[in-house]
Structure formats: structure tokens, C-alpha cells
């Protein structure tokens, strides 16, 4: 009589979490959001209540965790880090009030975008009026390579938009012209607001490099992760509308694979798509239909892969701890993550 067989069980690693990143951080980020709540108030009403409506509106905070992650991994024991994380976070925020005007997106973290309520010229003038006080949060520093640093990445930053609007429906974009998009319109803060950390901790250029790589890399990965997702879920997982980017006729890259890898039928339709003769929820569903079956979605995330690696990679001259391992599960998330 044969023994019963019994199966070797295996134990599945759990999926990458933001978790460490926020507990290592959550103090820190108290203050920062203090800073930021004190600095978006204005005489003006309309001011607070537009900002408000972006900022109190969820988003993971990442580019600020990453100045007080990166503060943590080289040992800062000061507080200028917490008004530079702000100064990061309303940069950020601007860029996403006139990206959504100029997008003309509909949903921005679940609700309905500034755009839609408040009108353009209103959410416009309050992404001004957000990267002015951006400005005055550095300048409050100290810093001239700290102002350098975030001011020469908000300027980059511009570039990048121009440089996607100027590559909208253009089918021709090559994957090399997207890379350069995205390292400037997304990877260009990350890696200033992980650089920022070791500019006020004094660290040597070694370290500031190192913390400069992180961010840029990471920035990539979460950008890369962000275009697929916009082909790969549904609009209550994003928090904005489903097929943005294909409406808007962006050549990213899962287009850009599934156009190279289609047949001329396939590449007939892509051309109309991106110039926008076809931009229909069934034109969006049959895009996705040609993503997937040329394994576009799943090539993205590869690549997003690569470069959350390098991000890891240049943490390896830290001593390990609690900082570098939420920083290492960060990026692995980044890469994960279905929203």
C-alpha cells in the first residue's frame, strides 16, 4: 500500500508594501504636513479651498517621504528637511493642477479634478500660487545648492510637459524620445527630493549621487508603472479616468511596443488612434485588446523592473537598517502596484 502523498507547502512572499516607507517616515510627516496645511492658506478663500481639494485628496506623498526617508538612511538629525518636503510636495501638486488643465482630465485621485470645479484660470493662477510658496519654503532654507537643486528640477520638469505635448500624436515617437520625456516631466523631483536629504545633511558626493540615482530611478519606474497601468485597470483603482492616455493621443510605452509589434491592420488603427479619428470606449477597449495580446503591459512593467533595480542598487554603499530596507520595499512597490 503506497504512503499518501503530501504536498510541499510554499509560502508565498508577501506583495511589496509602502508600508515600511510609511512608518519609517510618519513622524516626520506630520510635520511636513503641518508645514503644508500653514503654507497653502491665503486672505484669498478661493486659494485654500482649491489647493485643498488636491492636496487633502489622498496621493501617497512619495516625493516628500523620500527627502525624510533619504534624511533617515544618512543619519540627519536636523529639521530642514520638513519645510524642503513641502517645498517638493507643493511642486508636485502644481504640476498636477496645470497638467490637468492642460489634459483636461475629468478625475485626479478619485475625485473630480480643480479643473472641472473651479474652472482652468482659477486652478491654473493656484498652481502659481503653489510654486511661489515653493519657492519661498527654499529660499527660507538657506541653501543656494538647495534652491539649485529643486529649482533646476522645476525647470526640467516644465521641459518634460513641453516635450509630451509636443510628442502628442505622434505616432513615430520612439521609445527613447518617451524615456526622456519621463525622466524629465516625472524622475527629475524624485531625484531632487532624494538628493535634498544629503545636500542638508552634509553628506559627500559619493552619498549625494547615490541618493540622486535612487530617486531618478525610481522615478522612471513609477512613471513606466503609471502608463501601464492606464491600460491595465479601471478608473475607481486609479483614482482618475481610465484611458487618459489614450484619449489624449500619448504615445506611451505600451503603445509604442504593441504599435512596433502590430501588423499593418494593427498599426492602421494605432495611427487613428493616436491622432484621435478613433477615441471611443470601444476604440479604448480594443487598444487594450491589442496591448495584451502583444504582451505590451507585461514588457512596461519589465522595464519598470530594470530601473527600480538600479534605484536599489544604489543604496548598496549605505550600511543596511530600517531606512534603506523601506527605501528597497519602495521601489519594489512602485513596480508592484495596481493603482
Request: net charge negative.
Amino acid at each position: 500500500m503506497s504512503a499518501d502523498i503530501v504536498p510541499i507547502s510554499r509560502k508565498q512572499s508577501p506583495a511589496p508594501s509602502l508600508d515600511p516607507m510609511l512608518a519609517l517616515t510618519a513622524p516626520g510627516m506630520n510635520a511636513v504636513n503641518a508645514v503644508i496645511l500653514d503654507r497653502m492658506q491665503s486672505e484669498i478663500p478661493l486659494i485654500p479651498a482649491l489647493a485643498g481639494h488636491l492636496i487633502s485628496g489622498g496621493g501617497k506623498r512619495l516625493r516628500p517621504m523620500l527627502t525624510l526617508a533619504g534624511a533617515e538612511l544618512v543619519g540627519y538629525q536636523g529639521s530642514r528637511h520638513y519645510k524642503l518636503a513641502a517645498s517638493v510636495e507643493f511642486i508636485h501638486t502644481a504640476t498636477l493642477l496645470h497638467d490637468d488643465v492642460v489634459d483636461g482630465s475629468e478625475m485626479r485621485r478619485g475625485k473630480t479634478a480643480a479643473n472641472i470645479i473651479f474652472g482652468n484660470p482659477a486652478t491654473v493662477l493656484v498652481g502659481d500660487f503653489l510654486f511661489s510658496r515653493s519657492f519661498e519654503l527654499m529660499t527660507e532654507d538657506g541653501s543656494l545648492r538647495v534652491l539649485k537643486i529643486l529649482s533646476g528640477a522645476s525647470a526640467i520638469i516644465a521641459e518634460g510637459e513641453v516635450d509630451q505635448l509636443t510628442a502628442q500624436r505622434k505616432i513615430g515617437t520612439s521609445e527613447e524620445r518617451y524615456l526622456q520625456i519621463i525622466r524629465a516631466k516625472t524622475a527629475a523631483l524624485f531625484a531632487a527630493a532624494s538628493r535634498i536629504a544629503a545636500v542638508v545633511a552634509e553628506c559627500d558626493d559619493d552619498q549625494e549621487r547615490a541618493l540622486d540615482e535612487y530617486g531618478r530611478n525610481l522615478g522612471v519606474a513609477f512613471q513606466l508603472v503609471d502608463d501601464a497601468i492606464d491600460y491595465d485597470s479601471d478608473a475607481a483603482a486609479m483614482g482618475k479616468d481610465r484611458g487618459d492616455d489614450f484619449r489624449e493621443g500619448k504615445m506611451t510605452l505600451p503603445v509604442i511596443l504593441a504599435y512596433a509589434r502590430g501588423s499593418e491592420e494593427e498599426r492602421s488603427f494605432w495611427r487613428d488612434a493616436i491622432s484621435g479619428i478613433k477615441s471611443s470606449d470601444a476604440d479604448l477597449d480594443h487598444a487594450c485588446s491589442l496591448i495584451a495580446r502583444h504582451g505590451a503591459v507585461e514588457d512596461t512593467r519589465a522595464r519598470a523592473r530594470h530601473f527600480a533595480d538600479r534605484a536599489i542598487d544604489a543604496l548598496s554603499i549605505f550600511p543596511d537598517g530600517k531606512a534603506r530596507q523601506a527605501m528597497t520595499e519602495a521601489a519594489r512597490f512602485a513596480v508592484a502596484r495596481g493603482y
